[in-house]
């Protein structure tokens, strides 16, 4: 969506008359797009004045196109500026322009790649680094513009920080940004003359062939060629995407149900569930890799962002190159609300019990399950109920059910969408029967010998030498985390202490590092500790659960009995505390099951109450 579109003439004057931005506001009002506040107005009064007199060459004609606010398709970005037009050799161009409106900024440090700290928003705040930016929507748009790819409309990413003094230049072109501003160059304050050839280089006259901008926000988006043959090159030998019986089933059912949707245009929703370790997860890569090559467009769909950046991790094998690439194919739920109906040909929702109602930031958000069927044509969701773990949490049968109805889509639910074999816990279903029972969730549940499982389960009765051991299994390879359920304050986030987590026998540890996005395989991350919303969605070798005082033993009653009262008061993201006792005992039990079931060879428990461990002890025996 543009939401400024003029020739070079129209926007010179505008410029110079004053109306700039009002015109700007106004066009995003009529638009329905949530910004024109007083900040976003000032930077357009200011920045439209040094664009103006980089457009405002002799040399440049006055047809040239002009494109401001450009929203990116499927996703809540906006290019700040955009010329296009064409160069002497009347090859058609793009040209790209982040415009930022700093005066200096540092390097975070030799491992942010693609991150610098400014001062914005009245804070220091570590943010994308402009050249970035610039170029990683030139690769959306190339990735997804039919128009753009077929008729080989080159795009030329670059970033004007029109007020940045030229003696902390050093620190945006560090050589850990090279890939970007090579890709994307950076123009500073005293560099107006270099910008201005920059642009003439590319843009001297309007497209021989029309207006460009109305092709491009006209075009259908999909997947080019361009980003499916970059998908496949990463994929190629990739073992852990490897799909095992009832997976293959349900990946068929889904190809199928796919190409009905795309041959009869009715929408439909396919229900798959499973529980830990059943490869939901693994089953939803798979399909978004083959939807993807086929050219259709879809996109891989969590709340949290764990299991997003784990498998772009993964999958691009940590290459910064490969991470701008597909990045877009992994995305929040967040915004969908703006996303019109059918914009996609699928998503696939994954750990869809996490799925809320109206949050904060997400302005126009009514209901997350509603909005996922709505913008997709097939929309197919992962549901695991027992792992809803806030009251906020909404995914569940009846609700997507409710919505599917509601908005006409068929709803798919069958033996064949569901999932039971076991691909976690050493390939044992017998282990989930022995966290049920272990947990006393339910009245039907049955004691299970875990001498027969080959399955690591150990309760220490101290928790630093559960830690000293499981760190001896990280060393191995990398694959082995502590975790955590509510209990626990958050005393360094909010500026209290040093440390979050103290256990009796010296055990000191703080919670998972703080813009940490890729926590479960990052090799810095083993001291730190996980909680639920990290580790929900991803597994390991071996996991280590610290279980706090919300959990405790009764021996006179034999009970397992939870106690939302020992919820940290630092948990803003629960609900557990203020729930009625029987929906917090689900959750808690719901939350420890979770992070209990998410090693693949091994689990190490700690838990502070000793009667509790004891019962644990003695279940493990049976």
Known sequence: MIVYNADKRTFV??????????????????????????????????????????????????????????????????????????????????????????????????????????????????????????????????????????????????????????????????????????????????????????????????????????????GRIRPTQSLQDALSTMVRGTPVFDLLDEQAVCFDMCIRTMLQCLKDRKKRTILIQGGPGTGKSVLAVNLLMHFITCACNAAYVTKNSAPRQAFL????????????????????????????????????????????????????????????????????????????????????????????????????????????????????????QFIDHLLQRGEETLPVSLSELNYDFRIFDDPVKMRDTLREKNEIDNKARMVAGYCYDWNVKNGRGDIDIDLPGGFQAKWNLANDKIWAINPRSFEEVGCIHTAQGLEFDYVGVLIGKDLTYDKATGLVVTNKLAISKDDKSSGIRSASDEDARRLILNTYKTLLTRGQKGCFVYCEDEELREYFKEKAKV
């Open 313 to 432: 991790s993964i999958l691009s094998g940590n290459k910064a190159e490969n991470i701008v690439e597909i990045s877009q194919l992994f995305r929040s739920p967040f915004g969908l609300s703006q996303a019109p109906a059918n914009s996609y040909d699928c998503l696939i929702v994954d750990e869809a019990h996490r799925l809320v109602k109206k949050m904060y930031g997400d302005w126009n958000g009514e209901n997350q399950v509603k909005e996922c069927i709505n913008a997709s044509l097939l929309t197919i969701f992962m549901l695991d109920e027992d792992q809803a773990v806030t009251t906020k949490d909404i995914g569940s049968v009846q609700e997507i059910s409710k919505w599917c109805k509601a908005l006409g889509s068929t709803i798919i639910m069958r033996e064949e969408t569901k999932l039971v074999s076991q691909f976690r816990c050493n390939g044992s279903d017998a282990y989930i």
């Open 13 to 218: 004057q505008d410029v110079k008359s004053n109306q700039i931005a009002p015109k700007i506001l106004n066009l995003i009002r009529e638009k329905g797009l949530n910004a024109g506040q007083d900040r976003e107005f000032a930077s357009w009064q200011n920045s439209m004045n040094f664009m103006r007199n980089i457009v405002d060459d002799s040399e440049i004609d006055d047809e040239v196109q002009i494109a401001i606010e450009y929203n990116i398709p499927q996703t809540s970005k906006r290019v700040d500026f955009i010329i296009v037009g064409a160069d002497t050799k009347d090859k058609e161009n793009i040209v790209i322009v982040e415009l930022k409106q700093w005066t200096k900024a540092e390097k975070v440090d030799d491992e942010m790649h693609f991150s610098v700290r400014t001062y914005v928003a009245n804070d220091n705040r570590i943010v994308c680094h402009p050249s970035y930016q610039a170029y990683s929507y030139s690769r959306f748009l190339l990735n997804y513009s039919q128009t753009i790819f077929e008729r080989n409309i080159h795009l030329v990413p670059c970033a004007y920080l029109h007020n940045y003094m030229p003696k902390y230049k050093s620190a945006l072109s560090d050589d850990i940004y090279k890939d970007w501003f090579t890709s994307a160059p950076f123009f500073i304050m005293d560099e107006v003359q270099q910008f201005t050839e920059f642009v003439k280089k590319y843009i001297t006259k309007k497209s021989a062939h029309g207006d460009l901008l109305y092709l491009i926000e006209n």
